[in-house]
């Protein structure tokens, strides 16, 4: 496996993570260098930013995975969408740069993101951080690492002293029912802030609605082979490729802390308005 990634999977996915491995490196060493020029920003619909930097990749992206697969479905945050996908067997789910005021701000929470997804769901992934040089591999059932060593969502069940980042008007009315938690600093690539629950680095991740399958199919396959849970505030497992691609809000952390979570979410359906 890339980068000497020591995953439990074989045959046909452990070979295509492998491949996926080499190609999200080279999306991502492309985008790094092009973030050291004037890149030319421009905005989208919602109010969205996008870079060339953005098109460069989704076009590298596509014809590197059409190599990889010819017939499978395309769904990128940076193509337009293809009702042709609704039909396929499997989809690459793409993000280009998840994070791109971030990457605009030359900070260093932006991520390449793809996922391959069959009958909803993601069954292989790979999240690229260029700037931190962080390779995050998932294949379904065979669980997770990063960079080549496993990884595991934190224990336990409690809120208090849970480190936890979200969007920060949800932190704060989640505050005012939950025990004291460590508020961590928004991470501005939702991919990556959910890998921070895959790699331990936070107890639980908060999203709000409106998150897309792009920002979120390879990061749901970290969580879930880490040992962790990614779902609705109401507990739903998510599904992608479908009509919509729009998702509601969101939590993610290691099974038994998710449950507390999603509990109290449920309890107080006003902290999610």
Known sequence: MHSDCKMRGNGNLFHLANALASVVSEAGAFA?????NPIKTWVKECN???SEVDIAVNQLLRGRLAALIPDAGWL???SEDDPARLGARRVWI???????RAFIARRPDWTISVALVEAGR???????????EELFLAVAGAGATRNGTPIKAT?????????????????????????????????QSLALRLARVADGTLDAALASRTSRDWDLAAADLLV???????????GMRLAYNGITTVHDDLVAAGLMRHETLAVLLRNHHGLLR
């Open 122 to 132: 993601p069954v292989v992934a790979a999240l690229y951080a260029p700037v931190s």
């Open 76 to 78: 990128s945050e940076e």
């Open 224 to 234: 879930h082979e880490a040992g962790g849970a990614l779902t609705t505030a109401g």
């Open 94 to 100: 793409v993000d280009p740069i998840d994070g791109t």
């Open 32 to 36: 790094r260098a092009a973030s050291a």
């Open 155 to 187: 224990p336990g069940a409690a809120i208090e002293g849970a480190r936890i980042a979200g969007p920060k008007g949800f932190l704060d009315r989640l505050a005012t029912v939950a025990p004291a938690f460590a508020v961590l600093p928004k991470i």
């Open 48 to 50: 969205s930013p996008v």
